[in-house]
């Protein structure tokens, strides 16, 4: 920041973000506007905006057709879905055997373990709504109702672990995580789409109760 208020301000909303007290953001309505640098203001505006985004339904339908009662609670452009399955199996053998007029004697011991890994299955633009999580991908889609979902939580760095009822669990990468953008025209965003997804769902789950 720039300027003193600048500073001020983005701190202010900047603890809004990290204690999670979303709706202490609205008192922030009048108080950005004090912000007389251009540059400060930006970011101040870009992060106040994301904030807002947590505490009333954003995201779009556009490409999603939506069913009856349906309200699109996020959307966002950049999806990755990895699914987690077992990619190998080792098996070991221990003690001793011999050959004995052709046939095999002795004892031995199997020790095995499966390998568990990630597999790409598709990337696409994603949706909470207060029915299904939708990835939507060029050739194929990964439709997740909320009934289904048993528990998600934050996995790594952008990911998000969601383990699903009688399925694998899937593994949603979210690309970008709390980071400032700047468009072609010189606009900022602050983008968090892993925490902006996880509020969505909670918002979705909310209305579904």
């Known amino acids: 920041m720039k300027s003193e208020k600048g500073l001020e301000v983005f701190n202010g909303l900047k ?12 008192k922030y ?6 912000v007389s640098d251009p540059t400060d203001s930006d ?21 999603l057709q939506m069913h009856p009662q349906e ?3 996020y959307s966002e452009i950049n999806c990755a879905v990895y699914t987690i399955q077992k990619i190998n199996k080792q098996i070991t053998y221990g003690g001793f055997r011999a050959n004995l007029n052709g046939y095999r004697t002795g004892t031995f011991s199997i020790n095995s373990y499966d390998v568990e890994g990630y597999k790409l299955f598709l990337q696409g633009k994603v949706y909470v709504t207060n029915q299904r ?3 939507m991908g060029a050739n194929k889609n990964k ?7 048993l528990s998600y939580a934050p996995y790594e ?5 969601i383990n699903i009822e009688n399925g ?3 593994v949603l990468d979210m690309i970008t995580n709390g980071t400032f953008e700047i468009s072609k025209i010189g606009e900022r965003f602050f983008h968090d789409t892993k925490i902006s997804f996880l509020y969505a769902l909670d918002n979705a789950f909310s209305a579904k109760r």
Do not use: F
């Not at 973000?17 to 202490?24: L, S």
């Not at 309505?29 to 004090?34: A, E, H, L, R």
């Not at 760095?157 to 672990?161: D, E, F, S």
């Open 29 to 34: 309505k009048d108080i950005i506007n004090t």
């Open 168 to 170: 694998n669990a899937i």
């Open 143 to 149: 439709v997740v109702p909320l009934g289904k979902i």
């Open 157 to 161: 760095k952008n990911g998000i672990i």
């Open 43 to 63: 970011y101040v505006q870009a992060l106040y905006t994301e904030l807002l985004n947590r505490i009333v339904p954003v995201g779009g339908s556009k490409g």
């Open 71 to 73: 309200e699109c609670y």
């Open 133 to 135: 999580i939708v990835i």
């Open 15 to 26: 603890e809004v973000y990290e204690n999670g007290e979303d709706r202490a953001v609205m």
